[in-house]
């Protein structure tokens, strides 16, 4: 079974309007992290948001929040007011303990390629 | 500047000739791991190291090695590249995580290396 879900392979959003990137996630750990990176064109992973099992907040990161619904087990990111620039893949991670701190890491889901229409 | 730095970034090389795929960081963090990213199969893990000569397998092992001499240094060996390797790969680096972080425990990447076996 999937680890991390990522439903929509691609997505065309027209600038300025907001957009939701889905993900689930499956895990049975009561401690883990979910993270949400963007992949632009040039190919390099960039760290956006960060949310922790027991965090009852929803993260924000300027345009970027985190949609999190620990019994749906759903880590949604939200891009407020989208822009060009936002133009990307959009991968979903998830990063657990581990039963003995050997063999945490952190799973990726397959990503969410989203192009921003002027 | 806090970084992972990868080298090199393309390679084109042919199929048999042992290759060497080099990997730093300059954070002095614990944990180091490889990854494969493919289309439509977001990225696998190929090896990680909790520590200094501490390493293991990952998702994606098989025509693979590793090794953690130093705990800056992890480079990712191809004894004998064959064209199913072909892929951009990324080295990671984190901070050992301990389950209920922050962002900080998520992972820093290089800026990844387009190999092309023929």
């Known amino acids: 079974a999937q680890k991390i879900t990522q439903t929509q392979p691609g997505m065309f959003v027209q600038e300025k309007e907001a957009v939701t990137l889905d993900c689930t996630y499956d895990t049975s750990d009561q401690s883990y992290g979910l993270f949400w990176y963007k992949q632009p064109s040039s190919g390099e992973m960039i760290f956006l948001i960060y949310?922790?099992?027991?965090?009852?907040q929803n993260a924000t990161e300027g345009r970027y929040s985190l949609n999190f619904q620990k019994a749906r087990k759903s880590a949604n990111l939200v891009i407020s007011a989208s822009q060009l620039g936002d133009s990307a893949m959009y991968f979903c991670a998830m990063r657990e303990r581990g039963t003995n701190f050997g063999n945490e890491k952190l799973t990726f889901g397959t990503g969410t390629r989203l192009t921003i229409i002027p | 500047e806090a970084q992972v730095t990868q080298n090199p970034r393309y390679l084109i090389t042919v199929t048999g000739k042992k290759l060497t795929v080099t990997c730093s960081q300059n954070m002095n963090h614990e944990y180091m791991s490889w990854y494969r990213q493919d289309p439509g199969l977001g990225l696998r893990q190929i090896y990680y190291s909790m520590n200094v000569e501490v390493t293991d397998k990952g998702d994606v092992p098989e025509g693979y090695k590793v090794s953690r001499k130093e705990k800056r240094n992890f480079p990712l060996i191809l004894e004998s590249p064959s064209p199913n390797q072909t892929s951009l790969y990324f080295c990671?680096?984190?901070?050992?995580?301990?389950?209920?972080?922050?962002?900080?425990?998520?992972?820093?990447f290089g800026s990844g290396t387009r190999l092309t076996v023929v």
């Open positions: 990671a680096s984190s901070l050992r995580y301990g389950g209920q972080g922050g962002s900080s425990y998520g992972y820093t």
């Open positions: 949310q922790g099992s027991y965090d009852e």
